[in-house]
């Protein structure tokens, strides 16, 4: 956006009653970013934005198009609206704010089939490449039972590439505790970015004035840290996101190893010979028929894995534990190991996963690290090759944790021999215990 444009916008806020008392949006390397006009100290509010200029569900509600956004999802009604906004032109209220959006981002919705092919083999290009498909589905949707029907509301054309860019612009532009129902845009502070050093989400943010003298509420954005006049003020966007839900979102990573993850994911398959059974398990247990676990690099499983893991292997002679009487206590049972051939079920099937998913990608761990460190990639690159890189090394450490296992087998104690133990009926040092006759 022109200069012009960046004063039009902060005007334009001002004039509605936004309250920018230190900062100026100005280009920087993240694109528009916010720039401390004096020393900020630690909590000082940047800007307060009236709840009359977010973009959320209500204001679609009262708009024009109101009555025939009624049954959709927050998030496709404020794209709708955006949409039409942006093909009104100067008629529109809101063309300051829709001049300054970029007309895209890093994230992997927006790449090519060529910048795509270098995630190839990784969860992100699947969840890429899902997420694409859905809203190219609830586009057909709307386009179909909403656009076409009411010409006289949207008069301009509206395309699926329109749509997934205004997708792309709400994933990229709602703070965290705003999504789903909540989902709103806030103009102005979404201009505000995201440091990777700042490593609190505490203090960034908060909506005042809810009923408080019936005075409008007010979305405040506060500096988390001191910043020097002339500098940037930035927020940590979400610690929770792994790389992947950076990269999706966002179109960026941090180098920081709790960001890399990889998801395994586990089903009890309809064939199994004790499906009911298995089922019924999980489910007291709070788990589902398929069940998602984040495996991150550096830390330990996640505790319900192997108990999921051991259940779905169990079968053969261990199959009694299945019965009803177990009901109770089978999860217990199964956070231990279970027998020696379920210990090594798992094993050998987590390390064919692991083999399986590493053969996918088109290069190794060590050729990733090389071209990170020659230091001469665009910013989608850079996205590449940390994910593909970090999905590999977590994989390796999956591996290695059963690899392990796997030598440990005839050390471990299974279920028999505790049994036996709690019974009495083996020694210390592990004797069976005999009665004199
Ligand atoms: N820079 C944005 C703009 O020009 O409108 C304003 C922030 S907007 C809420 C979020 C987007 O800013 C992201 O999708 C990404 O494109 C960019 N961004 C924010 N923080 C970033 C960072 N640390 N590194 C790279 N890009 C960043």
Known sequence: ?????????????????????????????????????????????????????????????????????????????????????????????????????????????????????????????????????????????????IILKSKNLFPGSITYDDFLWVFGILRSRSFSRLRGDNLALIPFADLINHNPDITSEDLAWE??????????????????????????????????????????????????????????????????????????????????????????????????????????????????LLESIFRNTIWGHLELPVSRENEEAICRVVRDACKNALSAYDTSVEEDERLMESGNLDSRMKIAVGIRAGEKRVLQQIDSIFRNRESELDGLEYYQERRLKDLGLVGDNGEIIFWES
């Open 1 to 145: 956006p022109s200069d012009a444009s960046l004063v039009d916008f902060s005007n334009w806020l001002l004039s509605k009653g936004g309250v920018v008392p230190s900062v100026k949006p100005g280009p920087v390397p993240e694109g528009l970013g916010l720039i401390a006009q004096r020393d900020i100290s630690r909590n000082e509010v940047v800007v307060e934005v009236p709840k009359k200029l977010w973009i959320d569900a209500d204001t679609v509600a009262s708009s024009e198009i109101g009555q025939v956004c009624g049954g959709l999802r927050p998030w496709v009604s404020i794209a709708l609206f955006l949409l039409r906004e942006k093909t009104l032109g100067d008629a529109s209220p809101w063309k300051p704010y829709l001049n300054v959006l970029p007309s895209s981002t890093d994230s992997t919705i927006f790449w090519s089939e060529e910048e795509l092919s270098q995630i190839q083999g990784t969860q992100l290009l699947s969840t890429t490449i899902g997420v694409k498909e859905y809203v190219e589905s609830e586009f057909a949707k709307v386009e179909e039972e």
């Open 207 to 320: 909506i005042k004035g809810k009923g408080l003298f019936g005075r409008d509420q007010f979305f405040s954005l506060r500096a988390p840290l001191f910043v020097k006049s002339g500098e940037q003020v930035c927020i940590q966007y979400d610690l929770e996101k792994s790389n992947a839900e950076l990269a999706l979102d966002y179109g960026f990573i941090e180098s920081n190893p709790n960001r890399e993850t990889y998801t395994l994911m586990l089903e009890i398959a309809e064939s199994d010979p004790f499906y009911d059974d298995k089922l019924d398990i999980v489910e007291t247990n709070g788990l589902n028929e398929t069940a998602y676990f984040d495996i991150v690099l550096g830390q330990t499983l996640t505790p319900q894995l192997l108990p999921y893991l051991r259940l779905v292997a169990l079968g053969g002679t261990d199959a009694f």
